[in-house]
């Protein structure tokens, strides 16, 4: 029989293939491919500003030939003149300066008034119409997004496609405090972003993936870039995009969205870390959750958003003989896994009418449209109610009439897709633990689901990620330089060493070596890494205790500590004394 966790490796890399194709180092190009919007209307105002201008040489000359009264009959300076025209050109109104004119000359500033005053309505006119054009917006737009991605100062992902996906995952960065730029090349997804509700401002910008210089601008040169994700709806676009990261940044991970094989083995090439298709992931989990119950409920939980319930085992789910009624490639790729794992299929066209499923085991409704998906499951249950019954919901509007239908199974494309792509970028080590767990037995999984469980609750904890460098534990460094510290010390409640805080151990790093559920005995060493999962407030506690040396101190060995230091320097000489005592004796 095929090894199911064979059908979850296609995402991983292979061992045989360059990490770059690069030869040559290129810097990567992050100048706007459009017009700057300055210089874009100084080309569209010239002959405005012509206009105008003449407008105030004309009057001003033609003032300064205009003959005065009696009582001053030279006309005006030039300077005068233009002094005269300045502010009544720009309807600003002074009088009669520097003495009362002609009615030669009241005609002429007369004109003026009203030559001037076309010519400005027709700059504003032509600056409105420029203000209202398309092509003037987006670069002011353009110009806009690049400076707030050039000001960001803390570690970001790019992520290119916000659909349905891309929302997904957007929203699960934000749950994890985590910043991010936006691309997509429809304009109406962008203008949706700032409608969403994030906490806060989000730079999205609506341009083509396929462009490097706008991969560029969005922060791919950028020195706080730390992932890219492609998950546009397009293939091609996404293979564009891995090969850019692969050519100019390939220190980055990328994480790459495929429905194509082809084109995932052309992603591969270019060695993208990460490739999903959701399709072929979804016939993978469903096997994994057939034969492998403990370990699917265990990764499904760990993959889900914090604070979700430890999910029920399906019910149910048995080999036998399945139907698969789907279109397109959804149904191609859960066919093949399913018939990959030795299991009795039958693919079947919507458009050929109600399948039969009274003999099957299990109903996948796989079609494009949920409507249709809805109605073929429940036709199925009415035919044959210990049918396990999957859906696939193609769009969050049909989410709560799915949940009241209660299918034994719903497939959501993007909630995978987005699961498996945090969980990989949030955390190296976490996402190693969850597929460690993918590869282990239902035995080992069951024990680790419980002992979590038993520790943490049954809702899906937080991870943090613990470095023993001296910058970021320095009193458990300090300690350990002379003294022994556990695992399960640094657990321990700092108030009361007898009591566990709610956090376990999932992964000890030494070496760049992965100790995996590390025994609670097991020594601590400077420059471990530690991932822990547990409820947020109990990993605030032992990143806290590792700050303090009465508090490490006290969870290594039981001695409580004085902390302040007039009580520590009479701690210190007592000990002394008692030490003196000691020796006479």
Same mark, same amino acid.
């Given at each position: 029989m095929v090894n199911l966790l064979q059908l979850l490796q296609r995402g991983r890399p292979a061992l045989t293939r360059p990490d770059s194709l690069r030869r040559v180092r290129v810097d990567v190009p992050a100048e706007p491919p459009t017009t700057d919007a300055v210089f874009l209307v100084l080309r569209r105002i010239r002959t405005p500003l012509v206009v105008v201008v003449s407008v105030f040489a004309l009057m001003t000359f033609g003032l300064s030939l205009m003959p005065g009264t009696e009582e001053n009959p030279e006309p005006l300076s030039v300077f005068d003149s233009f002094y005269v025209i300045s502010y009544t050109g720009l309807t600003i109104g002074y009088g009669e300066v520097p003495h009362a004119y002609s009615y030669a000359q009241r005609l002429w500033?007369?004109?003026?008034?009203?030559?001037?005053v076309v010519a400005w309505s027709y700059s504003l006119a032509v600056l409105l119409a420029i203000a209202q054009e398309k092509t003037f917006r987006d670069a002011i737009a353009l110009q806009r997004f690049s400076r707030r991605v050039r000001h960001i100062q803390a570690p970001f992902v790019l992520v290119v496609g916000y659909g349905q996906a891309g929302e997904a995952v957007c929203r699960a960065l934000e749950d994890q405090g985590r910043e991010f730029v936006v691309l997509d090349s429809d304009p109406s997804r962008i203008e949706q972003l700032a409608l969403d509700g994030y906490t806060s401002d989000? !730079?999205?910008?609506?341009?083509?993936? #396929?462009?490097?210089?706008?991969?560029?601008?969005?922060?791919?040169?950028?020195?706080?870039?730390?992932?890219?994700?492609?998950?546009?709806?397009?293939?091609?676009?996404?293979?564009?995009?891995?090969?850019?990261?692969?050519?100019?940044?390939? =220190?980055? @991970?990328?994480?790459?969205?495929?429905? +194509?094989?082809? %084109? !995932?083995?052309? @992603?591969?090439?270019?060695?993208?870390?990460?490739?999903?298709?959701?399709?072929? #992931?979804? /016939?993978?989990?469903? $096997?994994? !959750?057939?034969?492998?119950?403990?370990?699917?409920? &265990?990764?499904?939980? &760990?993959?889900?958003?914090?604070?979700?319930e430890l999910p029920h085992r399906?019910?149910? &789910? !048995? =080999?036998?003989? *399945?139907? $698969?009624?789907?279109?397109?490639?959804?149904?191609?790729?859960?066919?093949?896994?399913?018939?990959?794992? /030795?299991?009795?299929?039958?693919?079947?066209?919507?458009?050929?009418?109600?399948?039969? $499923?009274?003999?099957?085991?299990?109903?996948?409704? /796989?079609? =494009?449209?949920?409507?249709?998906?809805?109605? @073929?499951?429940?036709?199925a249950r009415i035919e044959n109610d210990q049918l396990f019954i999957a859906v696939r919901q193609n769009s969050a509007v049909n989410e709560a009439p799915l949940r009241a239908f209660d299918a034994d199974s719903v497939f959501v494309?993007?909630?995978?897709?987005?699961? =498996?792509?945090?969980?990989?970028?949030?955390?190296?080590?976490?996402?190693?633990?969850?597929? %460690?767990?993918?590869?282990?037995?239902?035995?080992?999984?069951?024990?680790?689901?419980q002992e979590i469980v038993s520790v943490v609750g049954d809702e899906t904890p937080s991870s943090s990620r613990v470095d023993l460098e001296f910058h970021q534990a320095p009193a458990a460094? #300090?300690?350990?330089?002379?003294?022994?510290?556990?695992?399960?010390?640094?657990?321990?409640?700092? +108030?009361?060493?007898?009591?566990?805080?709610a956090a376990y151990a999932a992964v000890l790093v030494r070496d760049g070596r992965r100790i995996f559920t590390p025994d609670l005995d097991l020594p601590l060493r400077e420059g471990d890494s530690l991932l822990l999962l547990g409820r947020e407030q109990d990993l605030l506690v032992v990143r806290a205790t590792l700050f303090h040396d009465s508090a490490v101190?006290?969870?290594?060995?039981? #001695?409580?500590?004085?902390?302040? *230091?007039i009580f520590r320097q009479v701690q210190r000489w007592r000990t002394a004394a008692r030490r003196r005592r000691q020796g006479r004796s």
């Open positions: 500033v007369t004109l003026t008034i009203y030559a001037s989000i !730079a999205g910008f609506a341009a083509s993936g #396929r462009d490097p210089r706008i991969l560029g601008m969005a922060g791919l040169g950028h020195d706080y870039c730390e992932a890219v994700l492609a998950l546009t709806d397009s293939d091609e676009t996404n293979l564009s995009i891995v090969m850019s990261v692969n050519l100019l940044r390939p =220190e980055l @991970m990328v994480i790459a969205r495929s429905s +194509d094989r082809e %084109h !995932a083995q052309q @992603m591969h090439d270019f060695a993208a870390d990460v490739i999903i298709n959701p399709f072929d #992931r979804y /016939g993978a989990y469903l $096997v994994m !959750a057939l034969r492998r119950p403990a370990g699917f409920r &265990l990764a499904s939980w &760990l993959m889900s958003p914090r604070g979700t399906l019910e149910h &789910l !048995a =080999e036998g003989h *399945w139907v $698969v009624c789907a279109d397109g490639d959804f149904g191609l790729e859960v066919t093949r896994d399913l018939e990959s794992a /030795g299991l009795d299929v039958v693919l079947v066209d919507p458009r050929d009418g109600r399948p039969d $499923v009274s003999e099957a085991v299990g109903f996948i409704a /796989g079609a =494009e449209s949920d409507i249709t998906n809805m109605a @073929m499951a429940a036709h494309p993007t909630e995978l897709l987005a699961r =498996e792509a945090v969980a990989r970028i949030t955390s190296p080590n976490y996402w190693s633990f969850i597929d %460690h767990v993918l590869h282990e037995d239902d035995d080992w999984d069951e024990r680790v689901m460094v #300090r300690w350990m330089r002379s003294q022994e510290l556990t695992v399960g010390d640094i657990l321990r409640d700092p +108030d009361d060493r007898d009591t566990r805080l101190e006290y969870v290594a060995t039981g #001695r409580e500590v004085a902390t302040a *230091w």
